[in-house]
């Protein structure tokens, strides 16, 4: 257990400025100093001006409004790809624009824009392609493109390559040279600031065509949802974007398609947290990109009412069933090969890459995840992509950045690796059958001189002990109301407690009754059977529940040992 070290300076400076004590020692363990970063209203984001060629982007967009040119959207099939699309269609009609969105399926053109999909794309007649949450890779997509006639605007926030594409508008916080401040931004983030560069621009000149001007904000369930999703950095900027989604959602005046994702989930959506986008509705929308087409999950989004929109949503929840059906298989079957190589305990190796034919592509990413939390490793996980390809989707560790380490190996072993990308903490490749073994070799070098065994030694943050009356229904109440997630972690704390009551519910979960100080809790130990000794140290996170309408403090045990 590591209790998150609090700096002294940060701590009492936020104190000072009306932060209670407990909120305040969470805060400053998470690197906020000051009580502007708890300000999560617009006004607090940056100006859209602070973002690369965004002036190019929006003059080029307005262009086309008053031309009346075809714009289409070329989306990404996962869940920051359909919300950033759904944000551009949505955005980009209200302010007068022809436009319509193409989304590749991953299984028949794979990631981004590739001369392929510009083949289909040109079908449509498109004057400007508008990539979504991928382009920055897009050089032969993007020649292509030009070569065929048609302009082409990236919106992207991956980390681009030795070579841009050219000729392209980019827009894209991780470019050479711009100095927006978050450099976490989601693709649906980089959209949204898009279309406020473009509502200024229209503003500014030929208005809106008599359509009033557009409240973008209404569109901020989407960038909370696709923000979420993505797992992206919760820097003040992304949180500033997730609560003011969360709240619009709370208040149900969430896009129908994101209400229906909650209503098939069986969510009541006025206590919508964060965990609830990445969780529930997050997932549900990935399912028709992991084995479907993501136009469905698009659609969802763009349902103008919630009953054109639940058809759509409970045909994605049927999707997301077999999802989780697949990935169990699958899973077992990783583990299966990973512990007949790799002790789960002592292991010799730094990282996992795991094959079989009969995998399915659509959901490796996420085996990739899970083989990750078990052993705590860099892990890829292969599937095959076709008669020669193969495709790999990996996660990684703190101190291990995934994209950074395929470049490393793509740089030594020239013609291992023929297409990759992606952020520090997922990524996705392509390779030939006979190359993976040379990619697992060179891969494993390269975590040997990145990481030390420190790394990889699983660790359980704590934000420490609270004292006797700080653990209060009050205190649940004012942790669910932020925005908490990848680099912003949810408050846990520990404590030694006398377990007073346990007992088995649903499948394998510990409900039990804690003790401590003359206090009593209500908690909850999922996948723990009811056997814990009399006294525990456990690892937890004050949650509320509700039965029968009554609301009430309930403790979620993460971890526990005896005590």
């Given at each position: 257990?590591i209790v998150?070290?609090?700096?002294?300076d940060?701590?009492r400076?936020?104190?000072a400025?009306?932060?209670?004590?407990?909120l305040?020692?969470?805060?400053?363990?998470?690197?906020?100093?000051?009580?502007?970063?708890?300000?999560?209203?617009?006004?607090?984001?940056?100006?859209?001006?602070?973002f690369?060629?965004?002036?190019?982007?929006?003059?080029?967009?307005?262009?086309?409004?008053?031309?009346?040119?075809?714009?289409?959207?070329?989306?990404?099939?996962?869940?920051d790809?359909?919300?950033?699309?759904?944000?551009?269609?949505?955005?980009?009609?209200?302010?007068?624009?022809?436009?319509?969105?193409l989304?590749?399926?991953?299984?028949?053109?794979?990631?981004?824009?590739?001369?392929?999909?510009?083949?289909?794309?040109?079908?449509?007649?498109?004057?400007?392609?508008?990539?979504?949450?991928?382009?920055?890779?897009?050089?032969?997509?993007?020649r292509?493109?030009?070569?065929?006639?048609?302009?082409?605007?990236?919106?992207?926030?991956?980390?681009?390559?030795?070579?841009?594409?050219?000729?392209?508008?980019?827009?894209?916080?991780?470019?050479?040279?711009?100095?927006?401040?978050?450099?976490?931004?989601?693709?649906?983030?980089?959209?949204?600031?898009?279309?406020?560069?473009?509502?200024?621009?229209?503003?500014?000149?030929?208005?809106?065509?008599?359509?009033?001007?557009?409240?973008?904000?209404?569109?901020?369930?989407?960038?909370?949802?696709?923000?979420?999703?993505?797992?992206?950095?919760?820097?003040?900027?992304?949180?500033?974007?997730?609560?003011?989604?969360?709240a619009?959602?709370?208040?149900?005046?969430?896009?129908?398609?994101?209400?229906a994702?909650?209503?098939?989930?069986?969510?009541?959506?006025?206590?919508?947290?964060?965990?609830d986008l990445?969780?529930?509705?997050?997932?549900?929308?990935?399912?028709?990109?992991?084995?479907?087409?993501?136009?469905?999950?698009?659609?969802?989004?763009?349902?103008?009412?919630?009953a054109?929109?639940?058809?759509?949503?409970?045909?994605?929840?049927?999707?997301?069933?077999?999802r989780?059906?697949?990935?169990?298989?699958?899973?077992?079957?990783?583990?299966?090969?990973?512990?007949s190589?790799?002790?789960?305990?002592?292991?010799?190796?730094?990282?996992?890459?795991a094959?079989?034919?009969?995998?399915?592509?659509?959901?490796?990413?996420?085996?990739?995840?899970?083989?990750?939390?078990?052993?705590?490793?860099?892990?890829?996980?292969f599937?095959?992509?076709?008669?020669?390809?193969?495709?790999?989707?990996?996660?990684?560790?703190a101190?291990?950045?995934?994209?950074?380490?395929?470049?490393?190996?793509?740089?030594?072993?020239?013609?291992?690796?023929?297409?990759?990308?992606?952020?520090?903490?997922?990524?996705?490749?392509?390779?030939?059958?006979?190359?993976?073994?040379?990619?697992?070799?060179?891969?494993?070098?390269?975590?040997?001189e990145?990481?030390?065994?420190?790394?990889?030694?699983?660790?359980?943050?704590?934000?420490?002990?609270?004292?006797?009356?700080?653990?209060?229904?009050?205190?649940?109440?004012?942790?669910?109301?932020?925005?908490?997630?990848?680099?912003?972690?949810?408050p846990?704390?520990?404590?030694?407690?006398?377990v007073?009551?346990?007992?088995?519910?649903?499948?394998?979960?510990?409900?039990?009754?804690?003790?401590?100080?003359?206090?009593?809790?209500?908690?909850?130990?999922?996948?723990?059977?009811?056997?814990?000794?009399?006294?525990?140290?456990?690892?937890?996170?004050?949650e509320?529940?509700?039965?029968?309408?009554?609301?009430?403090?309930?403790?979620?045990?993460?971890?526990?040992?005896?005590?």
């Amino acid at each position: 257990m590591i209790v998150r070290r609090v700096v002294p300076d940060a701590h009492r400076a936020l104190i000072a400025l009306g932060v209670s004590p407990v909120l305040a020692r969470i805060y400053a363990a998470r690197g906020v100093v000051d009580a502007a970063e708890l300000d999560c209203s617009l006004a607090r984001l940056p100006d859209f001006a602070r973002f690369a060629n965004i002036d190019v982007a929006a003059e080029r967009l307005a262009r086309a409004i008053a031309r009346d040119e075809r714009i289409l959207i070329v989306a990404d099939y996962d869940a920051d790809g359909a919300t950033a699309c759904a944000v551009g269609v949505r955005g980009l009609r209200a302010m007068g624009a022809n436009v319509d969105f193409l989304v590749p399926n991953r299984f028949e053109f794979g990631y981004g824009l590739t001369p392929e999909i510009v083949a289909v794309a040109k079908a449509r007649a498109p004057h400007l392609l508008v990539t979504v949450d991928n382009g920055i890779a897009s050089v032969d997509g993007v020649r292509a493109a030009a070569n065929a006639g048609i302009d082409v605007l990236v919106t992207d926030h991956h980390l681009p390559g030795a070579e841009l594409p050219q000729p392209a508008i980019i827009v894209n916080p991780n470019q050479h040279g711009c100095a927006f401040p978050s450099k976490h931004v989601a693709g649906v983030g980089v959209m949204f600031y898009v279309l406020c560069a473009l509502r200024a621009r229209l503003r500014e000149s030929t208005g809106f065509g008599g359509n009033g001007i557009p409240n973008l904000a209404s569109l901020l369930d989407l960038v909370a949802l696709g923000t979420v999703a993505d797992v992206v950095r919760l820097d003040h900027v992304n949180r500033v974007l997730v609560e003011q989604g969360l709240a619009r959602i709370r208040a149900r005046r969430a896009q129908p398609g994101v209400a229906a994702l909650f209503s098939v989930a069986g969510r009541d959506i006025s206590r919508a947290t964060a965990s609830d986008l990445g969780f529930v509705a997050g997932p549900r929308l990935n399912a028709a990109g992991r084995l479907a087409d993501m136009s469905l999950g698009i659609r969802c989004l763009l349902a103008e009412s919630e009953a054109a929109a639940l058809p759509l949503a409970r045909e994605l929840d049927r999707l997301n069933r077999e999802r989780r059906e697949i990935e169990a298989s699958m899973h077992d079957e990783a583990l299966a090969d990973v512990e007949s190589v790799l002790p789960p305990v002592d292991a010799a190796s730094y990282t996992i890459c795991a094959y079989r034919a009969s995998w399915h592509q659509g959901v490796i990413g996420i085996v990739a995840s899970r083989l990750k939390e078990r052993y705590h490793r860099p892990a890829v996980v292969f599937a095959q992509a076709g008669d020669h390809e193969l495709k790999g989707s990996g996660r990684s560790i703190a101190g291990f950045h995934l994209r950074d380490a395929l470049d490393l190996v793509s740089k030594r072993t020239p013609g291992t690796i023929t297409r990759f990308g992606g952020h520090a903490y997922a990524a996705g490749l392509s390779l030939a059958p006979e190359a993976l073994p040379r990619f697992t070799e060179a891969f494993e070098t390269v975590a040997r001189e990145t990481l030390n065994d420190a790394a990889l030694l699983r660790t359980h943050e704590s934000d420490g002990a609270l004292g006797r009356g700080e653990l209060t229904f009050d205190l649940a109440s004012r942790l669910r109301e932020r925005a908490w997630g990848q680099g912003f972690p949810a408050p846990a704390f520990d404590d030694v407690f006398d377990v007073t009551d346990q007992r088995s519910v649903g499948d394998g979960h510990a409900k039990l009754a804690l003790a401590r100080d003359g206090e009593r809790f209500a908690a909850i130990a999922f996948r723990t059977p009811a056997t814990l000794p009399s006294r525990v140290h456990a690892l937890f996170r004050p949650e509320i529940s509700r039965y029968e309408n009554l609301l009430g403090l309930e403790l979620v045990v993460d971890h526990w040992t005896a005590a």
